[in-house]
């Protein structure tokens, strides 16, 4: 079976809960032979991935003062602002059918279509003239996949270094001044460029590279429950911070897919919980991990036999990059 029915799907909504909460139920009643590409904006938000400490990586307080939001979402990879400026893009479909250079290409089509030299870099990014217009993420279920991310339009970058916490390390290596000047805004290339014009190049793009796509301006699911339901988990004080337990023990490190803290709370020497944060795009991986070490006697073989039991064959430098560290750091 091939892909045979293409959708493009508009969200009216800015509150970040909804958008996320329909991305979620959009992947959950996808059809078979069905991509959709949806897009979205959200206002005033920082968005954390999947395995983020909101603490760690927002300002929150001065966030929500200001009436903005925060949200976290299932996939992987670092925390972004949000605002009117900024479209939001993502691709839903069958696993079978996940091509990220394909989804990718509909982005870069549109985008050098308006006179933007752009590629894609690094671990999930677009890049024009070396400055970061796009961060992309992940998500994998069972079936069903999807690959989302950013456009810089004109975005306000003040307020992106305002509302997101910086690491030290980052803030004495480069300087605020140099984090700000890391991205840009498309505007700034092509003044002309704005959401209206953005869109229309995506939808042409987009049918060029799969199927000439119904498009839904207003969208209405069908399952009012079951949005609810993921509006409700989106938004909630559980889902967004977490417990913020107290932990005996705290590894932290970076490497080169990213920064990594697992936390561990002990009982009688026995790992009793664990939360592990991190901006890596693998976010599955970690989900595996807290499972794997819960139980487990704090022992360095203990450590190192959670990971060689991670069902997981995609990345093997990350499976590496672990057991080196935790056969080599004090415990």
């Not at 839903?92 to 982005?107: A, N, P, T, W």
């Not at 595996?288 to 203990?302: H, I, S, V």
Request: glycine content about 6%.
């Amino acid at each position: 079976m091939s892909i045979n029915r293409s959708k493009i799907v508009y969200s009216e909504e800015y509150n970040p809960w909804y958008n996320l909460a329909l991305e979620e139920y959009l992947l959950n009643n996808l059809s078979e032979d069905e991509i959709i590409l949806y897009l979205w904006q959200n206002d005033n938000t920082v968005v954390i991935g999947r395995n983020q400490n909101a603490w760690k990586e927002c300002r929150c307080s001065q966030l929500e003062e200001s009436g903005g939001y925060l949200a976290r979402r299932i996939s992987g990879g670092g925390a972004v602002y949000h605002d009117l400026g900024n479209l939001n893009f993502t691709f839903l479909m069958g696993r079978k059918y996940y091509d990220l250079h394909k989804q990718l290409s509909v982005i870069l089509k549109a985008v050098r279509n308006k006179g933007i030299e752009a590629e894609f870099s690094g671990r999930n990014d677009l890049i024009t003239g070396g400055k970061k217009f796009s961060g992309n993420a992940f998500y994998f279920g069972s079936k069903k996949a999807y690959h989302h991310g950013t456009l810089l339009l004109d975005s306000n970058l003040n307020a992106l270094v305002k509302f997101l916490e910086l690491s030290q390390e980052k803030i004495i290596s480069k300087g605020i001044d140099s984090v700000r000047s890391q991205v840009v805004n498309l505007k700034s290339i092509n003044e002309d460029l704005n959401l209206e014009i953005l869109k229309k190049e995506l939808e042409k793009t987009f049918a060029e590279v799969y199927l000439k796509a119904e498009q839904i301006k207003s969208y209405k699911p069908s399952k009012m429950e079951e949005l609810s339901e993921l509006y409700n988990k989106y938004s909630s004080w559980e889902w967004r911070y977490g417990a913020g337990a107290e932990f005996d023990i705290v590894f932290e490190n970076s490497f080169a897919w990213g920064e990594l803290e697992i936390n561990l709370n002990l009982v009688k020497a026995v790992i009793k919980d664990v939360e592990v944060y991190t901006d890596s795009i693998e976010s599955n991986l970690f989900i595996e991990l807290e499972e794997n070490l819960k139980g487990k006697k704090f022992k360095r073989e203990n450590l190192i036999s959670a990971v060689d039991n991670l069902n997981y064959n995609k990345n093997q430098s990350i499976i590496s990059d672990l057991k080196v560290w935790f056969k080599n750091r004090d415990l």
